[in-house]
Structures are given as structure tokens and as C-alpha cells.
């Protein structure tokens, strides 16, 4: 059996934090399934290396691979400044209507935390992935657009703003809250987690912020009517769907985090949660990601192109490493995921790990990054 999987190998550290995790992922399927299943790489280009080879950052046939994928994964992409793409990232979620991004957070034994219990933490963020402040509806100080939009405003809403004020705009739709929230319960149905909690400022935004919480209510009640509570315990074989208020819960997840399981978010906020999270569990280097439409799972390093150590050899390709074991998981490769998973905590337990997680962990020995890579490799079970 294959499976085609696009990558892109992404800019800054992306190279080499792939070229230490896809050899680990190659040879979790090969011992998992004695060479009966394997992995079919095809690479697409986006960001700096489609923008050297093509003098596009973003090819069409890029895109093209993309929309007939059912999976993909990539190293972190940057956005060359003046190049007109606000974000490729944010770009390549709209585009390919990538509305959920998916971030499990659980704890690795032999991490330092900031937590007396980070074996605690294990919880599965949902954040919506495609409006909110990210649409990127904002006008400058002072532009003739943010002074027409002052003027109407004032003029037809009464509503009375400074005249030098930069003006953003924050829309949040039923339809897009709703197939979030549906996301996360089945989520949560699936695999046995008890609840769902919905993060939101609704106490100040109410009209935004406040509406994805009671669409949220809507969806458990009227799709889930007998899978979901809204009120009460958890009970065995059903969801509670709760709510909270985000400042309330980044309070919480810090002194009860046994208390959340699955975390369904708008984007601003599910943004800012994931990777405070991560920071409870050894930081973005741990964190794997997936973005996901209804056709295409999207998989990726949750940290940033980290430009400052590219090319020294000292990234932590877990991250990327552990969106793979995401997505062997996803396509129902169970066991390769496993082994995958057991090599990082038998690496991790042996103390020899790259920089960011030596500096976390006392008497650790920090190694490169393609050395880490081998050392996953040779602990795979």
C-alpha cells in the first residue's frame, strides 16, 4: 500500500529540520508494516525556494497539487517583506479553506516546565482558521480609507472615533463557527475525550466573540442533542460542551489544565492559546499542527522560520516530526505513529536533545539537528 504526501520543505530552518524528521517517518512505516506500506513523497514549492526557481512564492501548480491532496505537510514558510502576500501561511488557509487548525499539547517525561504537573496537560486546541482579525481588513493611520471609514462610522452609526485612528475589522460568521465547533465535538466523540470547552471574549466582544459562543451552544444542542451536555457533569459515552472566558482561561489551563481536553477557539485567541500551551510542554520545538478542510489535512511545524539559527544545525525538528506522526495516525497508520511517539520519549528520556530542549532539561546533552534526528531513528521500536 502508498500514499502520496506532498511537502514542502518550507524556509529558515525548514531544510533541515526535514531532512532529520523524514527519514524517522520513512522508517517508522517500514518496521511498523515490514515494507508492505509505504510513503510516496511529491515536493511542491512555495516561499523562498518557489520564489528563486519560479519568481513566484506561491505557483499555481502548487496550489493546483494541493486541492486534488487529501495530505500534505511543510516546514515553516516566511514572507519576504514587499512581496505581496500579507502571510502564506494565512494565504494558503484561505485559499485552500483550511477552516481548522489542530493542535494537540500533551507532555513529554524529561521536559522541564513551568508547571508543578505538566503531565497533566493534554489537551487538543481547535482554532478557527480563516476569518477573525486575520482576513487582514485593516487601514493605516490616517489613509484616506481610514478616514472615509471614520467619516461613516461617525456620520451613520454615531460612533465616535479618534480621526488619526488605524482601524481593523473583525468578522466572525455563523456558518464558519459552527463547522469549527461541529469539528471539535466530533472530535471529541471519537476518540473519548469528555468535553468542549468554548474559549471566547464574549463578555466585551459580544457580537463577534460572544455569537461563537452561542453558535457553538447551538451546534451541540441541535446536531448532538443526545451525544452532548450543555450543563452538568461529564458523564461516560457523552461531551460536555462548556464555556469559558478567554483571560479566565489562560488562568486555568496554567492551575487546572486536567480540567480541558479539547479547546474549540476563534483564530485570534485559539492563536495565542496553542502556543502558550506548548510553552507548558517544552515549547513550540514539541508542538505539531495540522490545518484541515474537508478534503485536505494540512500538516505542519507550528514554530517560525527561525532565521537566526537556519543553517547551524541546532533546530529541534519535533515539531515537524510529530505533525507526521499526526498524520500516519490520521490515515489510520496507527502503529507507525506509536513507534514514532515511543522514540521521542526514549530520546528525550536519554537526555540527548538539541539546544532549546537542553536548556530545559538538567544534565542534558544538546546535540545538532540531523544528529537527533539519527538518535529518533535508532530508538524507533
Known amino acids: 500500500m502508498e500514499q502520496t504526501i506532498y511537502y ?19 522508517a517508522a ?6 515494507g508492505e506500506r509505504r510513503l510516496v513523497w511529491r515536493e511542491i514549492l512555495a516561499g523562498e525556494k518557489a520564489w528563486k526557481e519560479t519568481g513566484q512564492l506561491l505557483p499555481e501548480e ?12 511543510k516546514g515553516p514558510l516566511g514572507t519576504p517583506v514587499g512581496a ?5 501561511n494565512v494565504t494558503l488557509r484561505r485559499t485552500l479553506d483550511l477552516y481548522a487548525c489542530i493542535r494537540p499539547v500533551r507532555y513529554f517525561p524529561g521536559i522541564s516546565s513551568p508547571l508543578r504537573h505538566p503531565e497533566r496537560v493534554d489537551m487538543v486546541i481547535f482554532r478557527e482558521n480563516t476569518e477573525d482579525v486575520y482576513m487582514g481588513i485593516e487601514f493605516q493611520s490616517r489613509s484616506a480609507e481610514a478616514r472615509r471609514l471614520i467619516a461613516f462610522l461617525r ?49 466585551i466582544m459580544k457580537f463577534t ?4 459562543r452561542a453558535w457553538g451552544y447551538a451546534v451541540a444542542r441541535e446536531e448532538f442533542p443526545h451525544l452532548c451536555l450543555t450543563e452538568g457533569e461529564a458523564q461516560a ?23 480541558f481536553s479539547v479547546i474549540a477557539a476563534p483564530n485570534l485567541n485559539g492563536d495565542y492559546l496553542s502556543d502558550a500551551l506548548a510553552a507548558q510542554v517544552g515549547g513550540l520545538g514539541m508542538a505539531p499542527g495540522v490545518n484541515m478542510s474537508d478534503s485536505l489535512a494540512f500538516y505542519e511545524a507550528t514554530h517560525g522560520t527561525a532565521p537566526d539559527i537556519a543553517g547551524k544545525d541546532s533546530a529541534n525538528p519535533c515539531s515537524l516530526l510529530l505533525s507526521g506522526s499526526m ?19 526514549t530520546v528525550i528520556a536519554q537526555g540527548r536533545v538539541t539546544a532549546d530542549l537542553a536548556a530545559q532539561m538538567e544534565g542534558a546533552t544538546p546535540v545538532g539537528c540531523a544528529r537527533f534526528g539519527d538518535l529518533l531513528g535508532e530508538a524507533l521500536p
Open 155 to 203: 456620520d451613520e452609526l454615531g460612533v465616535e472615533l479618534a480621526e488619526a485612528a488605524g482601524i481593523g475589522i473583525k468578522p466572525m460568521t455563523e456558518a464558519a463557527s459552527r463547522r469549527l465547533v461541529r469539528r471539535a465535538i466530533r472530535y471529541a466523540l471519537a476518540t473519548g475525550r469528555p468535553s468542549v470547552t468554548l474559549m471566547h471574549k464574549g463578555n
Open 29 to 34: 512505516v517500514d518496521k511498523a508494516y515490514s
Open 8 to 26: 514542502l520543505e518550507g524556509d529558515g530552518v525548514g531544510p533541515e529540520i526535514w531532512r532529520a524528521a523524514r527519514p524517522v517517518l520513512d
Open 237 to 259: 459515552g457523552k461531551v460536555l460542551v462548556q464555556d469559558s472566558i478567554a483571560d479566565a482561561l489562560f488562568q486555568s489551563v496554567l492551575l487546572y489544565p486536567e480540567r
Open 209 to 212: 466573540e460572544g455569537a461563537f
Open 62 to 73: 502548487s496550489l493546483l497539487a494541493l486541492r486534488g491532496a487529501a495530505y500534505a505537510i
Open 84 to 88: 505581496g502576500f500579507r502571510s502564506l
Open 327 to 345: 498524520m500516519l495516525e490520521n490515515m489510520g497508520w496507527t502503529e507507525a505513529a506509536r513507534r514514532i511517539e515511543a522514540a521521542v520519549e
